[in-house]
């Protein structure tokens, strides 16, 4: 139709065309003129900065899926930092074990995509896995078999060791009072001699001890030492008196074990006897001035059939089988925790939150027992609590018409702590396991509740708290075991790693930074608290071992322009580590900025790391407009600010010191939309960031 008109118009007169334009609209223009840049690693001048290396942090779906994010990256970048894939809340498991083959599917897709991996980051504050650490150094937690003893240990008891022999050869063995566990009950403490070679050099055996030939029985036994030592068990009566045995629950068998200044717990059993009776030989004689503590309170042999000598009169004490008790008042509310929040990060635990104050009684929770208490009889009552605040909650034994015997008035603090209490019955109707809550505002957790009658004994249970030397052996063992590990496993593919991350205290800015007195978020743990201040020098030591010889090893922190004082600091601890003997490249700066930050603290912050001589590395850089009314003005600020930074880091690092620049987040944030922070917008349009950081790049 538009063909046939036009013809017979032509056929009357001759035709003169409107003449328009149709103006492109500005913006339009605009990102036209954005996108005709060409990709940001184009730009950088290898001759003006040799070995300069652009990067960019990423996420694992970023590199594994390869889609339009992978393709981004891996044309504009030369070098990648996984958001938090390579922390040790990533990689260290609940046991403890390092989860590295899940690394191996990242390292191998990065080096195909032909970007390296700068390593991010080893030793941190943030993304710990702080809840398997602190589980470490909470306080050890012994519940005794609640069964009959085989073992007579009454001897040991009453302070002597009749009925037991022992040979030392020119060490020791006694009974030490209150070096058991706890600091309250005491333990045999056995001292091998100067020349101590052979296990039978300081040996220990205990009296006959009555078996049923044919039953199991298990031994169970908690021992430590004043430095590393070794030890084994071997016996007298047994078809095999020299076993291999998995000691400590480790999957493997062994002729010996290792104790070390912790408490450890010897578990196995027994059931090739000969007779009707048998003998343990404790032998410690393996290495010279040694000394053991062997706890007295919890050494027990004991058939794994006999009947219970206890008999906890609450049948879901633990919890875990999910289930809460009942309750009501004052708008409170039950439930049960998550699996690993009960006691000592374990298990589960039973929570009531009291929204207000009120009469004690106003809110509580109820367990009926199966039948009535005895009349004129004293039961126990023991249990963990804690609190999310401080308070006061109230246990107690009642009857259908609300009469009672209290246990007491029990205060609650925001640590995990073990309650013993006791009362005696005064009625025979007392079926109802009461706990009131009304004088507590806000969330009590209770774990492994249990009610017994007072005539029976066994079960107890013993608390150790770890001592401070205990705790800082611990955190060494884990930091050695973790850098070690990760460096190792990770040299084919990363040679330059962000060693330690953020050391330094803002308000203190020559201190390191602390957990000490802080309520911590998940996740937070400060090597430094155990470890002091060469904790970062133990981390470089042990990444220089591991490492390739020429990997670049980095310290790094934030807030280094906003506190040029924090940044004095961190030279200073710098320099403390190098006169200490730890081989550091390079000082990383996480700038984390914002459009009006100071340029001229910018400024002074690249003159006084570029001062030290070490490679120098902006590792996070992301300027923020924090806010969601983005005007064009705001965007060239961002844009200005963005070419800034890298135009003062030509002028104030020299060439041989530029070790490279990372964008902390290459699109702006879909979860923060106010940060604005990125080069791309989180459809992935270029922003007129790109075009600062572009016309940056192009004079390195």
């Not at 991350?501 to 201190?511: A, G, R």
């Amino acid at each position: 139709m538009f063909t046939a008109l036009a013809m017979a118009g032509t056929s009357c007169a001759d035709f003169d065309p409107l003449e328009f334009q149709v103006e492109e609209p500005e913006s339009i223009a605009r990102q036209q003129e954005i996108n005709a840049y060409d990709s940001l690693k184009s730009y950088i001048s290898l001759e003006n900065s040799p070995g300069f290396k652009l990067g960019a942090s990423g996420s694992t779906a970023d590199i594994l899926n390869k889609g339009v994010m992978y393709r981004l990256l891996k044309s504009n970048f030369d070098e990648i930092t996984l958001n938090t894939a390579m922390t040790h809340g990533s990689v260290v498991q609940s046991d403890g074990d390092l989860a590295l083959a899940n690394l191996l599917d990242l390292y191998e897709a990065a080096e195909q995509s032909e970007m390296g991996i700068y390593g991010r980051t080893i030793l941190w504050n943030q993304n710990q896995n702080a809840t398997y650490l602190n589980g470490l150094l909470a306080p050890l937690i012994v519940n005794s078999p609640p069964f009959a003893n085989s073992l007579d240990v009454s001897s040991l008891k009453n302070g002597d060791l009749d009925g037991w022999t022992y040979s030392a050869g020119g060490g020791s063995v006694t009974i030490a009072e209150q070096e058991g566990m706890g600091g309250a009950e005491s333990a045999i403490k056995m001292t091998s001699s100067s020349n101590a070679s052979d296990p039978a050099d300081l040996r220990l055996t205990s009296p006959d001890i009555p078996v049923t030939p044919g039953k199991e029985y298990e031994i169970l036994i908690y021992i430590k030492s004043d430095v590393p030592g070794e030890g084994s068990i071997s016996f007298e009566g047994l078809v095999d008196n020299e076993p291999l045995k998995d000691w400590m629950q480790t999957g493997t068998e062994t002729e010996t074990f290792a104790t070390n200044l912790s408490w450890r717990e010897i578990r196995f059993t027994v059931n090739d006897f000969e007779g009707e009776a048998f003998k343990i030989n404790f032998d410690l004689g393996y290495a010279p001035g040694v000394t053991y503590n062997i706890d007295i309170n919890n050494l027990y042999v004991y058939d794994l059939d006999g009947e219970p000598i206890i008999n906890n009169l609450i049948s879901n004490g633990d919890f875990e089988n999910g289930v809460a008790w009942g309750g009501w008042g004052n708008g409170s509310t039950r439930g049960v925790t998550e699996d690993g929040e009960g006691v000592g990060n374990s298990g589960r635990a039973f929570t009531v939150t009291n929204p207000s104050l009120a009469n004690f009684w106003a809110a509580q929770s109820i367990y009926e027992l199966g039948s009535p208490l005895n009349n004129g009889e004293t039961y126990n009552l023991s249990f963990w609590v804690k609190g999310d605040a401080e308070g006061i909650i109230r246990p107690e034994m009642q009857s259908p018409d609300f009469s009672s015997n209290g246990f007491g008035m029990v205060p609650v603090t925001t640590e995990w702590r073990l309650v013993n209490l006791s009362t005696t019955i005064t009625a025979d109707d007392r079926n109802r396991f009461i706990i009131s809550y009304g004088e507590f505002e806000g969330t009590v957790y209770i774990d492994d509740v249990v009610l017994s009658s007072a005539t029976l004994v066994g079960g107890t249970t013993t608390v150790v708290d770890r001592l401070p030397e205990e705790k800082t052996a611990i955190v060494e063992e884990q930091l050695e075991k973790w850098v070690s590990g990760m460096v190792e496993y990770s040299a084919p593919y990363v040679n330059a790693w962000d060693v330690v991350s953020q050391p330094m205290d803002d308000n203190n800015p020559n201190e390191l930074k602390t957990g000490v007195g802080r309520s911590l978020a998940n996740g937070e743990f400060y090597w430094q608290d155990y470890l002091g201040k060469d904790y970062a020098l133990k981390a470089f030591h042990l990444a220089e071992e591991y490492g390739n010889p020429s990997d670049l090893l980095f310290i790094s922190d934030n807030n280094l322009a906003s506190n040029l004082d924090k940044c004095r600091g961190l030279i200073q601890y710098v320099e403390y580590l190098e006169d200490n003997g730890a081989k550091i490249d390079g000082i990383g700066a996480q700038l984390n900025i914002e459009i009006f930050t100071s340029k001229e603290n910018i400024a002074q912050m690249f003159e006084l790391l570029a001062a030290t001589g070490k490679k120098i590395k902006v590792t996070e850089l992301e300027v923020r407009i924090n806010t969601t009314q983005v005007t064009e003005e705001i965007m060239n600020q961002q844009a200005d600010m963005y070419q800034y930074v890298l135009d003062t880091y030509r002028e104030k690092v020299p060439a041989s010191q530029r070790y490279g620049v990372t964008v902390w987040g290459v699109m702006d944030s879909q979860t923060n939309t106010s940060w604005g922070q990125g080069l791309w917008d989180s459809n992935l349009n270029r922003k007129p960031a790109y075009v600062g950081f572009a016309e940056g790049l192009k004079g390195l």
